[in-house]
């Protein structure tokens, strides 16, 4: 008589992570620190746009930054079911690193090719509210039983980043639009 193994293997829509005590504190600090910078870019890019374009086209970072969250949070949704994440945590480290560079490397490029077009300042402008809208909507699909802690450091870290931005407009040297 022989004994057969079965191996289930599934592939949850939710994947059922926990956390430790410790991985759960840097998580919703990460959480933090995302949604502080993104507001801080935000604001910054304004700042940038007056100087680079005309004063009008302050309003046009607003409507960047949804754009910019939203179709980050759409292409997880699209993506999610087309891969196998192993590990959502190893993604979101990932995009978060790619995150601190498009903030550099877009603030430079609009600084530094301050002649192009609108269009050209539109797309390296909204980059990095794309990867901060794939990190959060990853967040909060993945681990959902942390939802409220989750949205607490969101909207936390989003007005702290609105303090810091006066705050370091004080101490920075601006110049003047």
Do not use: W
Not at 14 to 20: A, D, P
Not at 56 to 67: G, N, R
Not at 157 to 165: H, K, R
């Amino acid at each position: 008589m022989s004994k057969e193994k079965t191996i289930k293997i599934t592939f949850p829509r939710f994947s059922e992570i926990e956390f430790t005590l410790k991985a759960n504190i840097l998580f919703i600090i990460g959480i933090f620190v995302i949604s502080t910078t993104v507001l801080m870019f935000e604001v910054t890019l304004t700042r940038i746009f007056s100087l680079v374009l005309l004063n009008h086209f302050v309003v046009l970072i607003i409507s960047l930054a949804i754009f910019g969250l939203g179709i980050g949070a759409f292409l997880i949704y699209i993506f999610r079911y087309r891969s196998k994440y192993d590990n959502p945590l190893k993604i979101i480290v990932f995009l978060s690193f790619l995150l601190s560079l498009m903030y550099i490397c877009s603030t430079l490029f609009i600084i530094h090719y301050s002649f192009l077009d609108l269009f050209v300042y539109v797309i390296f402008a909204s980059i990095p509210f794309i990867f901060a809208g794939a990190i959060l909507s990853l967040s909060y699909i993945y681990y959902h039983k942390h939802y409220g802690k989750i949205y607490f450091a969101d909207l936390s870290g989003a007005s702290i980043g609105c303090i810091l931005v006066i705050i370091s407009q004080g101490i920075f040297v601006y110049p003047k639009p």
